[in-house]
């Protein structure tokens, strides 16, 4: 299937913007590699985020374990030029200062067999044992049934353990670790309930007061 003229003006557009940032050649190796699979795909399909999404679940079956983190960046990047939203673009070009490509750190890889099956006995530091009480608190006043809190504490204390490695604290790691654990999850219906657990848990590992409010009430997820 070919790349339709939409698509690649849209990425024209793109990779002009990093251009002018002053990225040199070796930027564009990966993206290229990555959106020239990905553009077929969008052909002829609405501009959306619910074309897209479905895009990017099919894309990412073909990419290996170790490229997902550098594969959702360029996606997340891509888009707000596929759909030619403006505001999204003039955004990015004021935010983007530095290449996010390649990612400095993440985590080791390593099965889910082995996390799931050692998680229980892993020993957590002080800040995130307070943020494992705070969200489990939460599901509690959520009136949740127990065996939704065992599943959702156990996927947040996975996540937790993939980040026991990483160089500092912040939101792009957090998203780092997220995106390099997804493809651990082989079922989508599992990798949705990550999606969904992670983002519910971020309020609480990042320490903010009004956390609470984002328990139980995620519509829709994606990993972009």
């Known amino acids: ?38 553009l077929p795909l969008l052909a002829d399909k609405e501009p959306g985020g619910g074309e897209y999404r479905l895009a990017i679940e099919v894309m990412m079956d073909s990419v290996a374990e170790e ?3 550098e594969s959702l960046v360029i996606a997340r990047e891509y888009y707000p030029f596929w759909i030619n939203d403006l505001k999204a673009v003039a955004q990015f070009n004021k935010a983007t200062t530095k290449d996010q490509l ?3 750190w993440k985590p080791i890889q390593v099965s889910l067999s082995s996390l799931w099956h050692t998680v229980d006995q892993e020993k957590f530091s002080t800040t995130d044992s307070w943020a494992i009480k705070g969200y489990t608190k939460a599901l509690r006043n959520e009136n949740a049934d127990q065996t939704l809190i065992d599943t959702r504490i156990k996927l947040a204390k996975i996540l937790l353990v993939r980040l026991k ?14 995106d390099a654990t997804l493809p651990l999850f082989e079922v989508k219906k599992n990798r ?14 990042s320490g903010n007061p009004d956390a609470d409010k984002f328990i139980l009430n995620a519509n829709t997820v994606s990993m972009l």
Request: aromatic share 16%.
């Open 1 to 38: 299937m070919m790349i339709q003229p939409r698509e690649q003006q849209a990425l024209e557009v793109y990779f002009k913007l990093l251009t002018v940032k002053g990225f040199g050649p070796e930027t564009f190796v990966q993206r290229t590699s990555f959106l020239n699979k990905l």
């Open 67 to 69: 490229d997902w983190p």
């Open 102 to 104: 390649p990612i400095d």
């Open 165 to 178: 490695d990483a160089p500092d604290k912040s939101n792009k790691i957090y998203r780092t670790t997220v």
């Open 192 to 205: 949705r309930l990550f999606l969904v657990v992670v983002r519910e848990f971020f309020h609480f590992w």
